[in-house]
């Protein structure tokens, strides 16, 4: 299924108001997706890609330069002008591209960025060329082409043996081609939705030209050589690669792969199972790692039905209990991006009995920006089958010690490996302010559930940092005796600010209009007291923005009524007449 429509500028701008408010929590995976970052970017032929793009192996090279000021997309900025390469010589090829944050995105996911282009020489040339790879299944390998009416551009597939390039219906003549890229570039976007939620995992793809043209293609299941993702699957990766490119020179930039909740752990649900080796061997999951050198992998692989939640994969960390350095087993995972100061940690669990108090099963620590830890174990017990869930002090502190209100927290399983019975753990940290603290909670098989509030225990006394997230998690079975199944591990990232949030409570509405009007005509402070554009006045841009964000961010059954919108378009006459009479 296709289809055309044509955009007035207003419905245009509409459109804008709603993606940015639908999206107001959402983050962008792809890292330095603007091309603002230019550190240690090298010229078309080097090993040095724009920072936070990569190009894997030594036969490929960086594709692109940078294309700034008025002549970036835009009119400003930086974007990467990509310039064709026609070789096939191995040493030669060029490309770049970027793994997620997270492995993979969601089932539902979606990646777009703008183009300009220029015309691509005698059909069937191509210019442009982007692959996206799931997690499962054939690849998706897309070019832009000059069109068969020779004036604009198609975006084309590659279908392989099912008869290789191949025009998408609908999007034969889609792109508006650039007369002088280098210095008036015709941005095009260009937008893909993926539907691998289901048995048969589909997408879309939406093109919207330089002169406000939609073009739409809906429920495609193309992919190279045939092979459809699995169900579940996301994106893993995706490149941009110049190989045997003919005359189509382009400019790309604005990079996004959106989702709401972005969890900065890679890996933590253990379904990436590449070079994961068995419990003892040096080969982690992937996205983990082990250091020093002479510590080994702790984790094997537990997988259907007797994995958490019964299906896919998770880590099993079989007891080990050791003490000599060169046997020592751990995974950890330094975070690209450290959390905020607001902090969450989420992760599901299973463990056994070691039967003795003073001996651990779960054994793990968190660690934040400075380095200081928070050092976390279950210990065994010899009565009734409930362990305690402890913190270490410091020796100077009392060392390993319950957690008041976690005692018997854990409901201990026979055997994690045929029948686990599945916790879910949360630790909050507030390390913002001058006494940094944090909560835990534990969700036992049955369903209660036992927390504490407020802790203001660290390792050795020395309080965290204040405004200071995550930055790296470690699981260790060193003196372990107790089996362990972890899965669904969560770090949250950083959120983005809302337009139009001026007290900071996540959405827009009534109290950030009543900043706007309790300010209302004054100076201050750029960006803050109701100051919305940061020009440090208070005016009618500033109730623009909160007016144009209404409700982002809020549950839909918040948002006003229609009543309630005529009150609000009142005030704001009411607002407007009073600064024309000032």
């Not at 073009?215 to 579940?232: D, F, K, L, R, V």
């Not at 199972?273 to 419990?279: I, L, Q």
């Not at 940092?465 to 949250?492: H, K, Q, R």
Request: charged fraction near 15%; glycine fraction near 12%; charge should be negative.
């Amino acid at each position: 299924m296709s289809k055309k429509v044509q955009l007035s500028f207003a419905a245009l701008t509409a459109v804008s108001i709603l993606a940015l408010a639908s999206g107001a929590f959402a983050s962008n995976l792809i890292v330095n997706g603007d091309f603002e970052n230019t550190v240690g970017w090298g010229a078309p032929g080097s090993f040095n890609c724009p920072d936070g793009w990569y190009s894997s192996g030594t036969s490929l090279k960086n594709p692109a330069t940078i294309q700034e000021g008025a002549a970036a997309i835009g009119g400003s900025g930086t974007s990467a002008y990509m310039e064709a390469f026609k070789t096939t010589t191995t040493s030669e090829r060029r490309q770049m591209g970027q793994a997620f944050s997270i492995t993979p995105t969601g089932a539902e996911w979606n990646i777009a960025f703008d183009i300009a282009m220029d015309y691509p020489g005698a059909y069937p040339g191509r210019g442009m060329q982007l692959i996206l790879n799931p997690t499962s299944g054939s690849r998706m390998m897309f070019r832009i082409a000059e069109s068969l009416d020779g004036t604009t551009g198609a975006l084309e597939f590659y279908r392989g043996n099912q008869g290789s390039w191949t025009p998408l219906p609908g999007l034969e003549s889609c792109l508006t081609l650039s007369n002088d890229l280098a210095n008036s570039p015709l941005a095009n976007n260009i937008a893909f939705t993926g539907h691998f939620d289901s048995a048969t995992p589909t997408y879309d793809i939406t093109v919207t030209n330089a002169s406000g043209s939609v073009y739409t293609a809906t429920g495609i299941n193309w992919y190279e050589s045939g092979a459809a993702p699995s169900e579940g699957s996301g994106l893993a990766y995706f490149t941009l690669p110049t190989f045997n490119s003919s005359t189509g020179n382009y400019v790309v930039d604005n990079f996004e792969a959106i989702v709401d909740s972005q969890n900065i752990m890679q890996n933590g649900d253990f379904e990436d199972t590449t070079g994961w080796g068995d419990a003892g061997t040096p080969d982690v999951p992937f996205g983990w790692a082990i250091a020093p050198d002479m510590r080994k992998n702790a984790a094997g692989i537990q997988s259907g039905a007797t994995a958490v939640g019964g299906s896919g994969t998770s880590a099993f960390l079989p007891g080990h209990a050791t003490s000599k350095e060169w046997d020592r087993r751990q995974i950890i995972q330094t975070l690209e991006t450290p959390s905020e100061p607001e902090w969450a940690f989420d992760m599901d669990f299973a463990s056994t009995n070691t039967g003795d108090p003073a001996v651990r099963s779960l054994n793990f620590y968190v660690l934040d920006e400075s380095g200081t830890r928070m050092l976390f174990r279950i210990v065994g017990d010899s009565a009734d089958n409930r362990g305690d869930f402890q913190i270490y002090r410091g020796a100077a502190n009392g060392g390993w010690t319950t957690i008041p209100g976690l005692e018997d927290a854990v409901l201990f399983c026979d055997d994690v490996t045929t029948d686990p019975g599945v916790h879910h753990l949360t630790v909050s940290g507030h390390f913002e302010g001058e006494s940094p603290s944090w909560d835990c909670s534990i969700t036992d098989p049955q369903g209660t559930t036992l927390s504490v509030t407020g802790m203001d225990w660290f390792e050795s006394a020395a309080a965290n940092y204040v405004d200071e997230g995550l930055s790296e998690i470690c699981f260790s079975t060193l003196d372990a005796e107790g089996d362990v199944l972890i899965d669904n591990l969560m770090i949250p990232g950083p959120s983005e600010a809302i337009a139009g949030d001026l007290n900071g409570d996540g959405e827009v509405n009534s109290g950030d209009l009543d900043m706007v009007r309790g300010n209302w005509g004054t100076t201050v402070e750029p960006g803050t007291n109701g100051d919305a554009d940061g020009d440090g006045f208070v005016g009618s841009a500033d109730l623009d923005i909160v007016r144009g964000n209404w409700g982002a961010g809020a549950n839909p059954a918040s948002v006003p009524e229609p009543a309630c919108w005529m009150l609000l378009l009142g005030l704001c006459a009411t607002l407007l007449s009073r600064r024309s009479r000032s």
